[in-house]
């Protein structure tokens, strides 16, 4: 027998070094040089809750921008600018001021001359606001005509949309008349078009007349005009009980993402009409029906629910009693059926 064939290792054995042969090892230290292997999720002994859980590092800009992009979709479905202002508030990052009003503007490129409106009133009411003031509005413009050669990409009327929101801004006092002649190192051709377009249109006689209705038909006056219509179709109902003109009241409306507030303000009603009985009676009737025959869905019940709720500390300086008022209107919704009590316990007012 050859010494090959009566060695004890043989072909495969150990190597230089130790670093082992088929089916063995490696040499010492091959672990870290060719790091942990992955996890057999099929081995019977692998224990999960041994896993190192990593948790992703988003950037706080990302985060916010997030955030913004969600009040920005509920503040164009509802309209209410205060309740915008003060999620934003939620926030507490008034460093990332000047990007919200960015987000703003470049998210209203891109919708419809009713967002666009929103967006204008929007602005004036974030130039009252103490967390965002005059400074950062400017500086959101200037980081939206920063980018505008990118807008117009996806944006081919940027520059014409940018200029009514400025000229808009200057007349709402938002931003000074001083803005149309700033220049800025990131401005090009285009941010500098926005510009002189916006200075043209402040020119003329009844400037503000005509740039309250830059953005045509859809103007702001449409969030108002809803509103005072939902407000006419409870009043009517509650004196007339005719639930048939309240649905086609309410389907001429033609903005189911708005029926939310048809909810709110009925409960508004509601907390204000506490100690009349048959008034409060037509309201859950009516909400009840509009439930029944789907003018309502939950989700819009519940929202409505939460959006008076988050309104409760403003309704307290008229009627103190509004928290128990509120609790009240929704235990008979809840008896009603159109809000269930799951919901119920969740807006219940924290007692404080």
Same mark, same amino acid.
């Given at each position: 027998m050859s010494s090959a064939s009566g060695s004890l290792v043989g072909p495969g054995g150990p190597k230089k070094e130790g670093a082992g042969g088929k089916g063995t090892w490696g040499k010492p230290g091959d672990e870290y040089k060719y790091g942990t292997p992955a996890p057999d999720l099929n081995d019977p002994?692998?224990?999960s809750t041994e896993e190192d859980v990593v948790i992703p590092n988003i950037p706080p800009r990302?985060?916010?921008? +997030?955030?913004?992009?969600?009040?920005?979709? #509920?503040?164009?479905?509802? /309209? +209410?600018?205060?309740?915008?202002?003060?999620?934003?508030?939620d926030l507490d990052n008034p460093e990332f001021s000047a990007e919200f009003v960015k987000q703003a503007l470049i998210f209203a490129l891109e919708r419809k001359e009713r967002e666009r409106e929103l967006t204008s009133v929007l602005i @004036?009411?974030?130039y009252e606001d103490k967390n965002i003031g005059p400074d950062n509005i400017i500086q959101g413009f200037v980081l939206v005509l920063s980018r505008l050669d990118d807008l117009v990409l996806d944006t081919p009327d940027a520059e014409q949309v940018l200029s009514i929101f400025l000229a808009r801004a200057i007349v709402d006092d938002a931003v000074p008349p001083a803005f149309l002649n700033r220049e800025e190192t990131t401005f090009g051709l285009r941010a500098r078009q926005v510009q002189e377009l916006a200075s043209g249109m402040l020119? /003329?006689?009844?400037?503000?007349? $005509?740039?309250l209705h830059g953005w045509g038909p859809g103007d702001g006056k449409s969030v108002k005009r809803l509103? #005072? $219509? *939902?407000?006419? *179709?409870? +009043? #009517?109902?509650i004196s007339t009980r005719d639930l048939k003109e309240a649905d086609k009241g309410v389907r001429e409306l033609n903005s189911p993402s708005f029926h939310f507030y048809l909810v709110k303000r009925a409960i508004t009603m509601g907390i204000e009409r506490f100690g009349k009985a048959k008034d409060l009676e037509g309201l859950h009737e009516?909400? /009840?029906a509009f439930y029944r025959s789907q003018v309502l869905s939950q989700q819009q019940v519940e929202k409505g629910f $939460?959006?008076?709720? @988050?309104?409760?500390?403003?309704?307290?300086l008229d009627i103190p009693d509004a928290p128990n008022r509120f609790a009240s209107f929704a235990a008979q919704a809840v008896k009603t059926g159109y809000l269930t009590d799951k919901a119920r316990q969740e807006l219940a007012p924290s007692s404080s």
């Amino acid at each position: 027998m050859s010494s090959a064939s009566g060695s004890l290792v043989g072909p495969g054995g150990p190597k230089k070094e130790g670093a082992g042969g088929k089916g063995t090892w490696g040499k010492p230290g091959d672990e870290y040089k060719y790091g942990t292997p992955a996890p057999d999720l099929n081995d019977p002994n692998y224990d999960s809750t041994e896993e190192d859980v990593v948790i992703p590092n988003i950037p706080p800009r990302v985060q916010f921008k +997030e955030s913004a992009q969600k009040i920005l979709e #509920e503040y164009f479905s509802s /309209g +209410e600018w205060d309740d915008a202002l003060k999620s934003l508030s939620d926030l507490d990052n008034p460093e990332f001021s000047a990007e919200f009003v960015k987000q703003a503007l470049i998210f209203a490129l891109e919708r419809k001359e009713r967002e666009r409106e929103l967006t204008s009133v929007l602005i @004036t009411h974030m130039y009252e606001d103490k967390n965002i003031g005059p400074d950062n509005i400017i500086q959101g413009f200037v980081l939206v005509l920063s980018r505008l050669d990118d807008l117009v990409l996806d944006t081919p009327d940027a520059e014409q949309v940018l200029s009514i929101f400025l000229a808009r801004a200057i007349v709402d006092d938002a931003v000074p008349p001083a803005f149309l002649n700033r220049e800025e190192t990131t401005f090009g051709l285009r941010a500098r078009q926005v510009q002189e377009l916006a200075s043209g249109m402040l020119k /003329g006689k009844h400037v503000a007349q $005509r740039l309250l209705h830059g953005w045509g038909p859809g103007d702001g006056k449409s969030v108002k005009r809803l509103k #005072e $219509r *939902v407000l006419l *179709v409870l +009043e #009517e109902y509650i004196s007339t009980r005719d639930l048939k003109e309240a649905d086609k009241g309410v389907r001429e409306l033609n903005s189911p993402s708005f029926h939310f507030y048809l909810v709110k303000r009925a409960i508004t009603m509601g907390i204000e009409r506490f100690g009349k009985a048959k008034d409060l009676e037509g309201l859950h009737e009516l909400l /009840g029906a509009f439930y029944r025959s789907q003018v309502l869905s939950q989700q819009q019940v519940e929202k409505g629910f $939460r959006s008076l709720k @988050t309104s409760l500390p403003d309704l307290q300086l008229d009627i103190p009693d509004a928290p128990n008022r509120f609790a009240s209107f929704a235990a008979q919704a809840v008896k009603t059926g159109y809000l269930t009590d799951k919901a119920r316990q969740e807006l219940a007012p924290s007692s404080s």
